[in-house]
């Protein structure tokens, strides 16, 4: 695991994971640290959505060890891992069409005054945390959430799940249904998350991407972690290369790992 990025703000250590007798996660690791993009690498099949659905509590895992801020914890639903500070943005995004951008950033959270909802302080706080996410592609928050972009839309999933003070979010596969120019700005956002001091896992299938905003590369290969390492030192051919065979050259690999890859 990489030292050099401090205390991580996640820790999970020997995760294993099965449905029935379908053994999922085997020995999976992981650390996540505030300030830092951590990519989440893997093929069709390799863990990812099972291992991010066990950090956000929809599954529990079968055993390992789950550390948050340092504490050894037990989550076993979402609504826990909320209340650690874990928001997912999933790649549904799981925003209404019908309402505003406010309505969505609030929506089951809504700030009430008395029996009415208080409109302009949910407002001003939507706008505060566009701008403190610097983004200026929104015209108001008022408009409906049909008539945006889908990078506008990945935009107002992103700066909900930031509105609840969370410490770590999780983007599954953001730009997966954009197009150049929106890919980059969701990019530049992602980047911007991590330097406003959040720890964030960005899952995703372009190396680009990963190389372009990531600290840090986890790569998930048949359910185990074939390895995380440092982004600055690593090259998109390595990471293939672990992706696809769970072995690089130049990353040295758990034996157990190395063995499984072999046969
Ligand atoms: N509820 C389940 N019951 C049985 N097997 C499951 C279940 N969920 C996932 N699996 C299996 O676990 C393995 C890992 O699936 P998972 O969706 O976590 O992979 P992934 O890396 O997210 O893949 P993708 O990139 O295609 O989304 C697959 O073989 C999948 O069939």
Redesign the pocket.
Known sequence: MTESFGEPVLSLRAINKS??A?H??KDVGLDAWPGRVTALV????????????GIAGIYSFDSGEYRFDGQSVHVSSPKQSAALGIEVVYQDLALCDNLDVVQNMFLGREIKRGITLDEVTMERRAEETLAGLSVRTLKSVRMKVSSLSGGQRQTVAIAKAVLWNSKLVILDEPTAALGVAQTEQVLQLVRRLADNGLAVIL?S?NMNDVLRVSDSVCA?YL?RTAAQIPAASTTSTQIVELITTGRSGDVGLPADVAKEATT
């Open positions: 449905f029935g379908v999922v996660l893997g093929d069709n099949g390799a863990g990812k959505s099972t291992f991010v659905k899952i299938h998930l359910g």
